[in-house]
């Protein structure tokens, strides 16, 4: 079935740019997401991107689509503290039994002071 | 416009026991979806409802079992529980369902701990 890969873990310091990164394997996804988990929380949509585009900026967040190698990017500018998070890349699928969206595992952002 | 709202926050059951959870969508909203998080296994989907109907449902079990009414408001049902039913479960909710634009908005999920 489809798969979101992401790497689980990424540190920078406050004022550094994160970049997450994640593969997928749907060629057919027509959206890719972009979530964020704080503590105790459910997810919240930070941005997506329709799959006929190449990026999307939306202030401090730029997304990458290269859809050749089915690679998308999350770049955080600016990052402060109150960007610790989990984020979560998820392609979107239509029925199948892992439902609508494709979560990748999750990466944790720790941004040092 | 209130957001999506799970019942309970918490909950403590042991094995055997069975679990109803609750979801009440973001108003006007027809589509609920439900997802199982752990920590080994991340986010991984349990069904969706539109209109009252299961449009779709993942790799779980039949303990695991959901229904919608006709206010859009949702519940799940999680039978003989196992220690592997330990999980956080989130209920999103979207305004519409199929091929197009489809952000889901995600209530902050009832965590449940099987003893």
């Given at each position: 079935g489809?798969?979101?890969?992401q790497?689980?873990?990424?540190?920078?310091?406050?004022?550094?740019?994160?970049?997450?990164?994640?593969?997928?394997?749907?060629?057919?996804?027509?959206?890719?997401?972009?979530?964020?988990?704080?503590?105790?929380?459910?997810?919240?949509l930070?941005?997506?991107?329709?799959?006929?585009?190449?990026m999307?900026?939306?202030?401090?967040?730029?997304?990458?689509?290269?859809?050749?190698?089915?690679?998308?990017?999350?770049?955080i500018?600016?990052?402060?503290?109150g960007?610790?998070?989990?984020?979560?890349c998820?392609?979107?699928?239509?029925?199948?039994?892992?439902?609508?969206l494709i979560?990748?595992?999750?990466?944790?952002?720790?941004?040092?002071? | 416009?209130?957001?999506?709202t799970q019942t309970?926050?918490?909950?403590?059951k042991?094995?055997?026991?069975?679990?109803?959870?609750?979801?009440?969508?973001?108003?006007g909203?027809?589509?609920v979806s439900w997802?199982?998080?752990?920590?080994?296994?991340g986010?991984?989907?349990?069904?969706e409802?539109?209109?009252?109907?299961?449009?779709n449902?993942g790799?779980?079990?039949?303990?695991?079992s959901?229904?919608?009414?006709?206010?859009?408001r949702?519940?799940?049902?999680?039978?003989?529980?196992?220690?592997?039913?330990?999980a956080l479960?989130?209920?999103?909710?979207?305004?519409?369902?199929?091929?197009?634009?489809?952000?889901?908005?995600?209530?902050?999920?009832?965590?449940?701990?099987?003893?």
């Amino acid at each position: 079935g489809e798969d979101v890969e992401q790497s689980l873990f990424l540190s920078v310091r406050e004022g550094d740019s994160s970049v997450i990164n994640c593969t997928y394997t749907d060629s057919s996804s027509t959206y890719l997401y972009w979530y964020k988990q704080e503590p105790g929380a459910g997810l919240q949509l930070l941005t997506y991107i329709f799959s006929n585009m190449d990026m999307k900026q939306d202030q401090r967040l730029t997304v990458l689509l290269n859809k050749k190698d089915k690679h998308l990017s999350l770049r955080i500018a600016d990052t402060q503290t109150g960007d610790s998070a989990i984020y979560f890349c998820a392609e979107e699928v239509y029925g199948g039994s892992q439902g609508n969206l494709i979560f990748g595992k999750g990466t944790k952002l720790s941004v040092k002071p | 416009k209130a957001g999506v709202t799970q019942t309970p926050r918490y909950l403590i059951k042991t094995r055997g026991q069975q679990v109803t959870l609750s979801c009440s969508p973001i108003s006007g909203h027809r589509s609920v979806s439900w997802y199982q998080q752990t920590p080994g296994q991340g986010l991984q989907f349990l069904f969706e409802y539109f209109s009252e109907t299961q449009r779709n449902k993942g790799n779980f079990p039949g303990r695991f079992s959901g229904r919608q009414f006709s206010n859009s408001r949702s519940e799940m049902n999680v039978s003989t529980l196992e220690l592997g039913d330990s999980a956080l479960y989130l209920c999103a909710s979207s305004s519409t369902s199929g091929s197009s634009y489809n952000e889901q908005f995600f209530g902050p999920g009832t965590r449940l701990t099987v003893l």
